[in-house]
């Protein structure tokens, strides 16, 4: 959804989370003021016999679904920070034979791993949304054709040479897979949505039409599932995008391979 892209990239994870709180709550509390002034006959309890048979069944209801929601997104998180880990790792597993080649060879490749590595982290921010950079897609593409041209002169070249065209495919491919993560991992879709709104509504009624004359212990009830539902929703929106937010993976990996090439030698 748009929205909760938007919300996840422009807005702080504390201030959506107090956000919800304080909006959820305010909210029940509101309608739950209104309820009790305007049906006093519910603070009787008379209807709590009907509402403790269905209040245990939409919670059960509610919590798996949310349960579910949030285990599958924070496997999306996980594997996508396992690609740009792997991305990152065997950049680096490049970078660690480049003296076996030569002076030369060694400094073409260097160059081509820094060249990559540095527009990756620079599309980084892009890609998260969808969006490649051509730098990124060129980089790589020379680095391939630096590989292509190098002509092994003994048994060692020979070997570092087909374990770095090893490493250079899996490099390859995890940054496609990190790439069309991004593209589709866009969290629920509308109807789940529509689903957990409305699970979290019937829990947040059935708490507010519970009857209770001391006042106090009811809002009290009722805020403490306020608290819960929204906590709920901060979870499922933060987890929607694996590479968006504070929830999100990050560039490190990437980041690690610049500082690996970059440092003295």
Do not use: C
């Not at 990124?136 to 041209?149: I, N, P």
């Amino acid at each position: 959804m748009t929205v909760t892209r938007w919300i996840v990239i422009h807005v702080p994870s504390w201030l959506l989370l107090v956000g919800l709180v304080v909006g959820v709550a305010g909210g029940t509390a509101a309608v739950q003021a209104w309820v009790r002034h305007r049906f006093p006959s519910l603070m009787r309890g008379e209807q709590n016999e009907v509402a403790t048979f269905l209040f245990p069944v939409v919670a059960v209801v509610y919590g798996f679904l949310v349960g579910f929601i949030v285990l599958a997104l924070w496997g999306q998180v996980n594997t996508a920070d396992q690609t740009t880990r792997t991305e990152g790792a065997m950049t680096v597993q490049l970078a660690r034979g480049l003296d076996v080649f030569g002076k030369e060879e060694g400094a073409r490749i260097r160059q081509g791993l820094l060249a990559y590595g540095r527009a990756a982290e620079a599309e980084w921010y892009g890609a998260a949304a969808g969006r490649t950079a051509p730098e990124a897609e060129q980089a790589l593409d020379r680095l391939h054709s630096v590989y292509g041209t190098i002509r092994p002169r003994n048994d060692t070249q020979r070997a570092f040479l087909a374990s770095s065209l090893s490493s250079l495919r899996e490099m390859s491919r995890a940054r496609t897979e990190r790439l069309l993560e991004a593209r589709t991992n866009i969290g629920p879709p509308p109807p789940l949505w529509m689903a957990v709104l409305l699970t979290s509504g019937l829990i947040l009624g059935f708490s507010v039409v519970f009857g209770s004359e001391r006042a106090l212990i009811h809002y009290g009830m009722v805020g403490a599932v306020s608290v819960l539902v929204a906590s709920n929703l901060f979870l499922v929106t933060e987890l929607s995008y694996p590479f968006l937010g504070e929830f999100s993976t990050s560039p490190e990996p990437l980041r690690a391979v610049i500082q690996v090439l970059s440092s003295p030698r």
